[in-house]
């Protein structure tokens, strides 16, 4: 059964404590990517990657990191620099290069820092 | 800069009639639009999408209409179903070469459909 995990559901965090964000998947897309959702504000970009051990900065990828060591994988950190880490995350993947553009989307991570 | 704008935030139609989500655009180097559905506490799911080379799409209840002059598209629901509550989301490509596939969304609608 394809698709993309993110674990765990619910994450509660200490201030100034950094933390990491789970996303795999199992669909064989080259392409990944991690969005937050705030309330009224849609789906903000972080950042992406076309490629294994190669990724870019989206919008707002001040305070987090990522990595992509392998093609399942595409972690991101939450750090302490991050100056509003609540949020509603979310890891998405596509294909390039088929030409429909979709993205799958995982279930998503809330993260409540306190 | 906002590129992908849904002015409404919310729309409330009856159970049985015709929903209608907009979404206006500004970069015209925007060449694929998608719309997204998306229920609280889940990641969003794919619902259609249109290339700018057309000016509709049809899949079901759901038909997608494209005016580039205009910079709109508008998403149709035709029966609305109380399962349709959600939130949509408008999302665009920009036309790039090679392999970047970067979406740019919209802030989402809230529909509500009324038994």
């Known amino acids: 059964d394809g698709g993309i995990t993110q674990s765990p559901k619910y994450l509660f965090r200490k201030e100034g404590q950094n933390v990491t964000l789970s996303c795999e998947q199992n669909?064989?897309?080259?392409?990944m990517y991690w969005y937050r959702q705030d309330p009224g504000q849609g789906l903000r970009l972080i950042y992406y990657s076309q490629i294994v051990n190669d990724f870019q900065k989206g919008d707002i990828a001040e305070g987090y990191s990522v990595s992509r060591e392998k093609k399942e994988s595409f972690p991101l950190t939450v750090t302490s620099a991050q100056k509003n880490p609540t949020a509603f995350y979310l890891c998405?993947?596509?294909?390039?290069?088929?030409?429909?553009?979709?993205?799958?989307f995982g279930p998503g991570t809330r993260l409540t820092v306190t | 800069d906002q590129q992908v704008k849904q002015n409404s935030p919310s729309l409330s139609v009856q159970e049985g009639r015709i929903s209608i989500l907009n979404c206006d655009y500004t970069?015209?180097?925007?060449?694929?639009f998608l719309w997204y559905k998306k229920y609280p506490a889940e990641g969003p799911t794919f619902l259609i999408s249109i290339s700018s080379i057309k000016d509709k799409n049809e899949d079901g209840r759901f038909t997608v209409f494209l005016n580039k002059s205009a910079k709109h598209l508008s998403l149709h629901i035709v029966p609305s179903q109380p399962g349709d509550s959600a939130v949509y989301f408008c999302?665009?490509?920009?036309?790039?070469?090679?392999?970047?596939?970067?979406?740019?969304f919209g802030k989402g609608i809230t529909l509500s459909v009324r038994p």
């Open positions: 970069n015209s180097m925007f060449d694929y």
């Open positions: 998405a993947s596509s294909q390039p290069g088929q030409g429909t553009y979709e993205q799958y």
């Open positions: 669909l064989n897309h080259d392409a």
């Open positions: 999302a665009a490509k920009g036309r790039v070469t090679g392999a970047n596939s970067k979406l740019t």
